[in-house]
């Protein structure tokens, strides 16, 4: 009994002393409980819910009063603001997919009543090329519903360096989907560029009305001015036109404004190359069929890149094939250049089928730049065949540099022996 009154009591006692305390000071921390009906309640009403802490509230109400403040459509009194729930998730960030679908749910429910939520959802995503797709659904969203006021909000509140002009190309891409009289309106009336006849903000009409109606974009942009507006619209029609199929591709591109010879070169050549990636066969036909300018020659140089890669055997037959002795050579050089880097040997064998004449020598030159680095020796001998004095002592000499770098000795004797007359 002594031994109980010694140190069994005291221990109890002091359990008894922790239970109750522990018992005290937890209660304030201890989460309310709810009954079902408290629970729905606040589901349906979220301004009222102790789910949320008051710092993400005091950020919610930043945002949404800052938006308010930098947009011009119907604005509401917001005393105490609060967002969808599924907004909230976008904002308390999470789930990357989650947070992802909850942003279409919103967008796609987008309406005059609610869009001051949905920019502020969108705000709270960090700056720049990153949120570039939301930003699209935005602006996609907003221009069904208040154009004016979208492009107002990407002018004054998008970053200038990384979003106002993708911002405010995408508003009047969706709003010339709709109302194309509209947008072209507005955007000849808001044209701020120092060159009034090249107005920037027709690109993104452009691309709308592309979407819709691929000829009626294409019209807009024939009545365009030389300029950066009409470069850029040419290099996305080309590539909608391509994506429309060969016979639509190539129409288009045989009736390019022909004007400005250096934007023909360009936008046709990047047509080469996109149309040889789907049908080498036609795109040669195709460049056969074209007049013998830098354009043609652009394609070509596309067409022979792709066409090396999959049978370059086909390829020298057909450049072997072309009629005007012009364009063939060009189009031997063009050759040359990327076969000799993936096969020197054959390479050599079909120009060994050609005999020394002054019109080859640019051909050989370069199949002598190609190989110095890796066969000096064969670039040496490859370059005495070359008919012009000039290019002849050029070629050697690169052909020399490139061994002398390898094999000094032997390069020194290779010279004495067959280069008697070229100091």
Same mark, same amino acid.
């Given at each position: 009994m002594k031994l109980f009154l010694k140190i069994g009591l005291p221990w109890i006692c002091s359990l008894a002393a922790i239970f109750y305390l522990g =018992?005290? !000071?937890?209660?304030?921390?201890?989460?309310? #409980?709810?009954?079902?009906?408290?629970?729905?309640? #606040? %589901?349906?009403?979220p301004q009222t819910s102790s789910f949320q802490t008051p710092s993400r509230e005091n950020k919610l109400q930043s945002l949404t009063t800052s938006s308010t403040n930098s947009t011009r459509f119907p604005q509401k009194s917001i005393n105490n603001p609060s967002l969808p729930p599924n907004l909230i998730r976008i904002m308390e960030g999470g789930d990357m997919i989650e947070s992802m679908g909850a942003y279409l749910d919103a967008v796609r429910a987008m309406d005059k009543g609610n869009v001051t939520e949905v920019i502020s959802a969108f705000e709270a995503l960090p700056k720049g090329y990153g949120r570039h797709l939301e930003m699209k659904l935005l602006m996609r969203s907003w221009s069904a519903i208040d154009p004016e006021a979208a492009l107002q909000y990407?002018?004054?509140? =998008?970053?200038?360096?990384?979003?106002?002009?993708? $911002?405010?190309?995408?508003? !009047?891409?969706?709003?010339?989907? %709709?109302?194309?009289? $509209?947008?072209?309106? /507005?955007?000849?009336a808001n044209n701020s560029s120092e060159k009034p006849e090249?107005?920037?903000?027709? =690109?993104?009409?452009?691309?709308?009305?592309a979407?819709?109606? !691929?000829?009626?974009?294409?019209?807009?942009?024939?009545? !365009?001015? @030389?300029?950066?507006? *009409? /470069? +850029?619209?040419?290099?996305?029609?080309? +590539?909608?036109?391509?994506?429309?199929?060969?016979? %639509?591709?190539?129409? /288009?591109?045989n009736q390019f404004p022909e004007e400005d010879e250096r934007m023909r070169e360009t936008i046709l050549g990047q047509m080469g190359a996109r149309l040889a990636? @789907?049908?080498? &066969?036609? &795109?040669a036909q195709w460049v056969k069929s074209m007049k013998n300018d830098k354009a043609s020659l652009r394609v070509m140089d596309n067409l022979l890149t792709q066409w090396v890669t999959k049978d370059a055997t086909a390829a020298s037959q057909w450049v072997? *094939?072309?009629?005007?002795?012009d364009k063939r050579y060009y189009g031997m050089k063009q050759l040359t250049s990327r076969w000799a880097l993936s096969d020197p040997i054959a390479t050599a064998e079909w120009l060994n089928s050609f005999p020394p004449q002054l019109e080859m020598d640019p051909v050989v030159n370069e199949f002598v730049n190609r190989i110095s680095t890796r066969d000096p020796e064969g670039a040496a001998g490859w370059a005495l065949s070359i008919v012009d004095p000039k290019t002849k002592e050029k070629a050697v000499n690169k052909a020399i540099a490139a061994w002398n770098r390898m094999d000094p000795e032997k390069a020194k004797t290779w010279q004495q022996n067959n280069l008697p007359r070229i100091k």
């Open positions: =018992l005290h !000071l937890g209660s304030s921390s201890t989460p309310p #409980k709810y009954s079902d009906e408290e629970v729905e309640e #606040k %589901r349906k009403n990407a002018n004054e509140s =998008l970053d200038p360096k990384s979003e106002r002009r993708f $911002g405010i190309s995408e508003v !009047l891409a969706g709003w010339a989907n %709709r109302d194309p009289d $509209g947008a072209i309106e /507005w955007a000849k090249d107005n920037p903000l027709l =690109l993104g009409v452009i691309k709308g009305l979407e819709q109606n !691929l000829d009626s974009a294409n019209q807009i942009f024939r009545n !365009l001015p @030389q300029g950066s507006a *009409r /470069w +850029q619209a040419s290099t996305f029609l080309a +590539q909608k036109y391509a994506e429309m199929g060969f016979d %639509r591709a190539i129409d /288009w591109a990636r @789907q049908d080498i &066969t036609a &795109t072997d *094939r072309i009629a005007e002795d």
